[in-house]
């Protein structure tokens, strides 16, 4: 894989990168039902999450990309590798934000707030000095109006609820924290070293956080195991490392959007596992969510290509080995 240069165009978009964030978006919506399904401490959960993917990616990514990791740690890669670090830290905060959130709210309320990261990542946008078209902002709002509607998410009834719901808008900020980031690596660094070393990171902090607060670790019934493992496989390894893969190609903003297709899956599925019924306002969110990501996706794409022209660069051989 060849770098990307800060500033350069981005590969275009091929059928690979386009159904690895169809997938993702599957995979994610899975995420907050089986956290509230798990019978274990929310940030024990989001450590072994994090710990068995760095488990799995690890044979892969040491067994071929042994000089990149070199690169990074001593060669002309350190200032790429302190990004693949700081995004690992960012992570590390959304998950002991929002992992908690959805045991002390409801999934829904969980995932629609936690939907805020594309207002945090346009505004980190901003701040790089990245000037978004003002169709992107309007799309921007639609779909978090959309996402808040269709999953029926409120200010909560309970202090409970209330605290809940002010970890999910955290873990809002740090996801998109974590992805401007993530952007950043990806220019020059494969799918498989950044997840690797990203995830261990995040797994190292959510360790020394258990350890200090006493949150129990092991002792789980079969079921969440189970659960775990899910999560491994589908929100980690086919949810996080998909939308990551998608950087290369695809701006922080842009992904920020799409993986708002997360809340009206993530409703759906705390209404078929747990009973937790959406609103009647369900179908209007869902639709207003569609419109606001069309409008990203489109008006962002029509704003590049009147900026700068495409050009193509080769692309990473597969998702989870690139």
């Not at 710990?51 to 200032?79: D, K, M």
């Not at 959805?102 to 000037?131: C, D, N």
């Not at 893969?245 to 997360?262: F, N, R, W």
């Not at 078929?272 to 869902?286: D, E, I, K, N, S």
Request: aromatic share 6%; charged share 10%.
């Amino acid at each position: 894989m060849l770098p990307v240069p800060p500033g350069s165009p981005r590969p275009p978009l091929d059928p690979l990168t386009t159904g690895a964030v169809g997938l993702a978006v599957v995979a994610v919506s899975s995420s907050a039902p089986l956290i509230a399904y798990a019978a274990a401490p929310a940030l024990a959960i989001a450590f072994w999450r994090n710990l068995l993917a760095v488990a799995v990616l690890s044979p892969f990514s040491l067994a071929r990309r042994r000089a990149e990791f070199r690169r990074l740690a001593v060669g002309a890669g350190r200032r790429e590798g302190l990004f693949c670090v700081l995004s690992g830290v960012a992570l590390a905060g959304h998950f002991a934000t929002w992992v908690p959130s959805a045991k002390l709210t409801s999934v829904a309320a969980a995932t629609a707030l936690v939907a805020t990261q594309p207002v945090w990542q346009g505004l980190i946008a901003r701040a790089q000095g990245r000037r978004l078209p003002p169709v992107v902002w309007i799309g921007i709002a639609v779909a978090v109006g959309g996402a808040v509607i269709a999953t029926g998410a409120d200010a909560g009834i309970s202090g409970r609820a209330v605290v809940g719901d002010l970890l999910a808008v955290t873990g809002g900020m740090f996801a998109a924290v974590y992805t401007a980031f993530g952007e950043r690596a990806r220019a020059s660094i494969s799918t498989t070293t950044y997840t690797t070393i990203c995830y261990g990171i995040c797994a190292l902090i959510l360790l020394v956080i258990c350890l200090v607060g006493g949150v129990r670790m092991t002792g789980f019934d079969g079921r969440t195991w189970l659960a775990i493992l899910a999560l491994v496989a589908g929100a980690q390894l086919l949810g996080h490392s998909m939308f990551n893969y998608a950087l290369q190609k695809i701006p922080a903003t842009t992904v920020s959007v799409l993986i708002l297709l997360e809340a009206p899956g993530a409703a759906l599925l705390g209404w078929a596992w747990l009973g937790q019924l959406p609103r009647p306002y369900a179908l209007l969110g869902m639709a207003l969510l569609l419109v606001g990501v069309v409008v990203v996706v489109l008006g962002g794409a029509r704003a590049g290509r009147r900026t700068t022209p495409p050009t193509a660069l080769p692309a990473d051989p597969a998702p989870l080995e690139g």
